[in-house]
């Protein structure tokens, strides 16, 4: 908690800091009539932050739409010859997109690669139980997240000196956002009684989520979903779910339900009832257009279905701005 | 041709042509088998011999020609009909034992979804009996010898109580027992009125074993009984020259006969390398 | 957890039951079929039908929407089944041989479904997840209504299985003698092919394409090492696929990080290494034993014999053992020497010399008369020492 406030602080001083020049201004950066930058990101989340940081300068597309699973992910000839042709590439890092690593290395020799999670300090970064790994899911905790809009707007700077100001400027409204964001899962976990406060999801995305906000999270599938979960795993999971009496799980929108299906029906048989809560976005967001299709709107969806689902009333909240 | 269906005559074959692609196998054969025979088609290898037999069974499809059974198409009197494959046309290996081969000459009679009965398995183990296996009834095939194996084969065929058996090369690789078993039961079979028809591979037993015979190489060159048609011209049209001194040697005359008999004990020595 | 505990988890866990239940279905059918596959040659048959399936199971879902299990398998069955009528339609038309043709085929097939997998991962598909688990299956998410839709095809195909057993057993062995007892040859061999694309089938979502191919080989291969009889067979060929299915649903519930569907093929492999190895008549050390054995006894016959015409030519006398030496080196002639004075054949004299024994002249004699070898008792295998 204490370095959560020194964060908040530093946050805020460098906010204060870095808007001073433009108050003093009295006018807003320039932006861009034009499309300066051509990027592509990886998954939606890296997207979504390049896009609210690159604001008109830059156009950026996500190589995985929504449901597409970013650990499996194999470029394709095509998702080749659009890296080729981006200005910039963005991507998670940290391993998150594992069966692209080598491709990404090759490129870094030709074009300006940005892996935007790396901005997260070492000392943040959890590891994975099971293996000797990172854990990738960064975007779980929207402080931690923070991070990356740093890194995209040096990005953006060093390729386009120009308009440095203006991305200054759209980083720090979104870390404004961000920070609000922040702020409003932790009142909302608050809501949920202590000993219910467990998530129980098909594979393990959500340590930063459990980590950040002071939640219990529980996993079959381990952190990859290359791995299959086995029989011992679910028989677990199960244990966990009926000696806490926890009334729901919650499947992915990456991941096959099928796993979480077999947990429900072993729970039942065991007298336990438990519903599946809600779909949540783990590895992906939702769909293009929707509020959901931004990487506040699909993490506010997932704390008010997480939190619905464990409280057993609807969320409170005011209406979110994208 | 005559185009009479004579519904006596056990097998009568007219105008049959197989190609296999573009090549003839067997071109425009007309042969008439009669009742209560032992015929032996012979010739040199790749001659068509296996293919007017599997022709006749329907196993192979012509490019031309008809075949009847008793004035009537195969397909209609396969009861009539039993077959003799060649030994090297299974892997003996499978795992089964004697009895239940020669059972599986049963299966016609059984139609879809019956099993072998007792009456069944006592047919079975009467037909081992014709050809001497009565011993074998339970022995794994696998733990057979070649003239064991040649000798269940016939006993399956014999289980069908057919009126006519098309035999492929039953005496090649067999032992002397086993020959002169398979002999005893042609001959058991004719004496019965049954009309049997085999692919032979050995001239210089033809007059012995056999009444009549066919001549063939992709056409037919000759056929009927023995003593009149199986002659060194006829011989030498089938085989061709080469093999003229072999050829004096099986109609039992010149003194060259018997160093030819040494020499080529059983088989025409051909250029081509063994078994269609 | 011990070994005990878990086993009796089988029958009151409710994940683990269904776990093993579903594996041992699947062992049970694919093994029954894996008989007939693997004696008609046609092993790898498995491997092309549950690689075919791929694209099959993708198409299921592209145009129907759903991830039921029934529609994926349906889709996986009309892809598997129209897979092996191509199989049979290259080999009938084209000079391309048998396995050649398969492998084309489950190559074809498999890199069609892998390219309409990759599409549909770059469509914004949301429900898209999951179906590239066909590849290794995800044995630990059966619930039971996949265990009844797995009981009800898989009885079904034992069913017709034994309503067709002699037609079968007959086409498996002679096919063409089959065909002029007036059986529909073709008919029968599609049914047959068909019974095995349900099969494979059915063990797709638990053992996946990749490794589905084992279990319609290695039953029968292990089952064929113990048996010379069919049904023996085919019943041990069940019962050894449904071991390696319940045994690899237990041991992957053991620990976490073992997948059930290769651990279940991990099981049926060791079955079959020990049958391979250790059958008695065709296991691999029978086999070496039963050679070395024979070796021995040749041996020892060889030896009597030569003593037996050394002492003839020698009016009876015996013989030193030094005369013996070019027979047999080193240690051996010793322990050969021993063995048939254990017999009674020879005897020991002084001056480490050798005689026949009186029973011993009479078993050189029979050695020696035509046709000898064959009855000797010398041979525990006669027809073995004579080939």
Redesign the interface.
Known sequence: MVSKVCMTLLLAVALFAGGLPVVNAQEAPAACESVVIHAIATVGMVADVVRNVGGSCVEVTAM??????PH???A?E??VLRLLNADIIFYSGLHLEARLAELFEEMTSVKTTVPVANAIPEENRLRDP?FDQIDPHVWMDAELWSYTAGSTRDALTTYDPAHAAYYSANADAYLEQLEELDAYIHEQIERIPEEQRVLVTAHDAFQYFGQGYGVEVFAPQGITTA??????????T?ELLVSRNIPAVFVE???????L??IV??AE??GQEISIGGQLFSD?M???GTPEGTYIGMIRHNVDTIVAALTGEAAVTPEAGA | MTRQYDNTLPIQVEDLTVAYREEPVLWDVDVQIPASTLTAIVGPNGAGKSTLIKAILGLIEPSAGQILIYGKPYSEQRQQVAYVPQRGSVDWDFPTNALDVVLMGRYGRLGWLRRPGGKDRQLALDALDKVGMSAFANRQISQLSGGQQQRVFLARALVQDAQIYLMDEPFQGVDATTERAIVEVLKALKAAGRTVVVVHHDLETVPEYFDRVLLLNVRLLASGPVAQVFTPENLKKTYGSRNETVLHGIDGGSPSANGAKEANHGRVADAQPDLH | MDVLQTLSLIFTDYTLRNVALGAAILGIVSGALSTFAVLRKQSLLGDAVSHAALPGVVLAFILTGLKTPLVLMVGAVIAGWIGVTLVSLIVRETRVKYDSALGIVLAVFFGLGMVLLTWLQGQNNAGQSGLDHFLFGRAAAIVQSDVITMAALGGVVLLVTALFWKEFKILSFDGQYAATLGFPVRWIDTLLTTLIVVAVVLGLQMVGVVLMSAMIVAPAAAARQWTDRLSLMLILSSTFGALAGVGGAVISSLTSGLPTGPTIVLCISAIVIVSLLFAPNRGIVWGGLRGRRNRRELQQAMLLEKLYDASTRNNGQSQPVESLRFILSGGRLEDALGVLAGQGLIAPETGDRWALTPTGIEAARSLQAPGGIRSSTLFSNPKEAAL
């Open positions: 995985m739409g929504p449901g597409v699973d499996l992910y194999r394709s095509g998702d099971n791995t299959e979960a086995g029989v011992n795993d679910i028989r677990r199960i929108s990456s991941v096959p339900p099928d796993i299906e077999a029906a072993g048989a065991q992906a939702g769909e293009d």
